[in-house]
């Protein structure tokens, strides 16, 4: 007598006997039918989203990582309840924006880029430029370029905002600390 393992017996089935002797198949080794019907992937609607205010503290974190955690905090990628579709982040605050630092040599190195839309219109600021002028955009700039290209994307960024000193205007959201 030949022996028959339980795997060769189902593909058996499956191949010459069809769909009603592999549920009697399933029934008599024990293998559990799942009912996958039952298992629905559960979207929430705009109404259903909770939003929390976050405050970061940017003094003597690096840019690039700080604004990773700030990103994903803004599209709400740490939600078990995530949806790529949706806006669901928190609000984020972040604050002494001035004393961010680079690894490397970016402060001199790396430059920001505007351009006007016309002939030799480009403009160029290095990061040191950006620290003494306008901060903020360095933390701004960096998230933005995080985010989707797009009306979603928009919307995100518009819950961020970014304060060079330590004074905030957002004390009544009371917003709970991140620290990274």
């Not at 405050?55 to 599209?75: F, H, S």
């Not at 402060?107 to 219109?121: D, H, M, N």
Request: glycine fraction near 8%; charge should be positive.
């Amino acid at each position: 007598m030949k022996r028959v393992s339980k795997i060769s017996t189902l593909k058996a089935c499956v191949n010459y006997c069809g769909s009603v002797l592999l549920h009697l198949f399933y029934k008599k080794y024990n293998f559990h039918i799942v009912n996958t019907l039952s298992y629905k992937t559960q979207h929430l609607s705009k109404d259903d989203i909770q939003r929390d205010w976050i405050i970061v503290d940017a003094e003597g974190q690096t840019v690039g990582r700080m604004c990773t955690a700030i990103a994903n905090k803004l599209r709400g990628k740490d939600k078990p309840s995530y949806s790529p579709h949706l806006d669901g982040g928190d609000y984020v605050i972040v604050i002494n924006a001035d004393k961010v630092k680079f690894s490397g040599d970016k402060w001199r190195a790396k430059e920001y880029l505007r351009y006007s839309g016309y002939p030799g219109g480009l403009k160029r600021r290095t990061a040191q430029e950006m620290l003494s002028k306008k901060p903020e955009a360095i933390v701004e700039k960096a998230v933005k370029g995080m985010l989707p290209k797009n009306r979603l994307g928009r919307a995100i960024f518009r819950k961020l905002f970014v304060y060079a000193g330590a004074e905030h205007p957002h004390g009544a959201q009371q917003p709970k600390s991140l620290n990274l």
